[in-house]
């Protein structure tokens, strides 16, 4: 098993790094382009944000199937393989020649960034020793976040100065040097054993985690959080592109930097969770979220930022314990748990921009805001049934 702090862990956890970097920085490279996406394609709003939620959905259903496929087929090989797919995906986009080839390309792009962050974990249990595989973990969802910025970041920095297809085509040997290196970095799968793929036990196992009131509660309040978070940030950038503000792309790409604070609120969310309970915690972070979501009503570009800073704290602050209760709550499956959770997740992100996009026709930003909290009270309400069950299951047991 490899251990911590020898020349295969670091190599091990590098290469998946690389791989998580890659994927969420081709998933959120659209975002801080949709205004342009709108204007080059002549579609509204709604329409150049499928651009970004057509593919988070095909990668949450996606998530499903990559975990039982590679538990029969092997790990290094299907996530070496996804990983070229969206590479060649990406070219692809480069040339798109309407805006319903680039759908087709990014839902398919889609199906393929599943890959990694569905297996990555898995291939991890499987090669580290215990106290590496805690190490790696942490440094491997950091990758995630940092993939998750820096593709924002490279959206806005080359749509502003080359264009969509320059965009693409940079993305595209970006995406091929990391391959290269993750092929080359991450050893090959020494402890894995394969387990025949069958699908009736599978099934049965997820309709029981749905059948669990204290995971599915989890899950909605994880895809319901997301559904609003990320779908602000691609209607803000409209508000932004607009007087009077006129932020070019570059300066939009950039507003993503307030998810920092998340990162902040990742790493202290197990602290917290300890001392007031998860579902506290996560009923704390709605009502954060809420009041960020207030905050940027005030007509100032510093108080949108500040409150994109204070929703993403309270986002993640939700997101992480909702996810650290699953794994805690989950009875056997833990993997096929943490696979709904994320499916839940995902199509929350691909389906929250329908619903505000309601709002947005008839109040602009205002009417986002309203939608938002909304749905958030909603949000709050599943939290305080949550808390209810736990103190329940926690009153039987004692």
């Not at 190490?135 to 993939?147: M, T």
């Not at 009736?200 to 978070?229: D, E, T, W």
């Not at 499956?333 to 505000?356: E, H, P, R, V």
């Not at 305080?384 to 103190?391: A, F, M, T």
Request: some cysteine; aromatic content about 14%; hydrophobic content about 50%.
């Amino acid at each position: 098993m490899i251990t911590p702090h020898t020349s295969a862990f670091w190599r091990a956890t590098l290469a998946l790094c690389l791989g998580s970097f890659m994927v969420f920085a081709n998933l959120y490279v659209t975002q801080p382009l949709l205004p342009m996406i709108a204007e080059h394609f002549a579609v509204s709003a709604l329409q150049s944000s499928a651009s970004f939620t057509i593919t988070t959905f095909t990668l949450g259903v996606s998530l499903l199937f990559y975990g039982p496929l590679s538990d029969a087929m092997g790990r290094k090989g299907i996530m070496l393989f996804t990983m070229c797919g969206i590479t060649a995906t990406t070219l692809m986009l480069a040339f798109a020649i309407d805006y319903q080839s680039l759908l087709i390309l990014r839902a398919v792009q889609g199906f393929f960034l599943a890959g990694l962050p569905a297996i990555a974990v898995a291939y991890m249990s499987d090669e580290f020793n215990a106290d590496a595989l805690m190490l790696a973990v942490g440094i491997y969802i950091s990758g995630n976040s940092l993939g998750g910025i820096g593709g924002r970041l490279l959206g806005g920095f080359l749509g502003e100065n080359f264009g969509l297809a320059g965009t693409f085509e940079f993305m595209a040997l970006l995406s091929l040097l990391l391959t290269m290196a993750f092929f080359w970095l991450l050893p090959p799968s020494v402890h894995f054993s394969p387990k025949p793929l069958r699908l009736k036990p599978m099934l049965a196992q997820m309709g029981a985690h749905l059948a669990n009131k204290r995971l599915l509660l989890s899950y909605l309040i994880g895809g319901l959080s997301f559904f609003i978070f990320v779908n602000q940030y691609s209607f803000i950038t409209f508000v932004l592109k607009d007087a009077p503000y006129q932020l070019s792309a570059q300066f939009i790409g950039m507003l993503f930097l307030t998810y920092l604070s998340g990162t902040y609120a990742s790493a202290i969310s197990g602290k917290l969770g300890k001392r007031f309970s998860q579902p506290v915690c996560m009923m704390a972070g709605t009502v954060i979220i809420i009041f960020g979501s207030g905050i940027t009503l005030l007509p100032s570009l510093y108080a949108i930022i500040l409150g994109l800073l204070i929703n993403a704290f309270g986002f993640f602050l939700t997101h992480s314990t909702a996810s650290s209760w699953v794994s805690l709550n989950a009875q056997g499956g833990k993997a096929s748990a943490s696979s709904l959770y994320l499916t839940f997740y995902y199509i929350g992100a691909s389906t929250g921009g329908i619903y505000l996009n309601v709002f947005w026709q008839q109040g602009h930003w205002s009417g986002v805001v309203l939608g938002s909290w909304l749905m958030l009270l909603v949000v709050l309400c599943l939290g305080y049934w949550l808390k209810k069950i736990g103190h329940s299951v926690k009153s039987k047991t004692s």
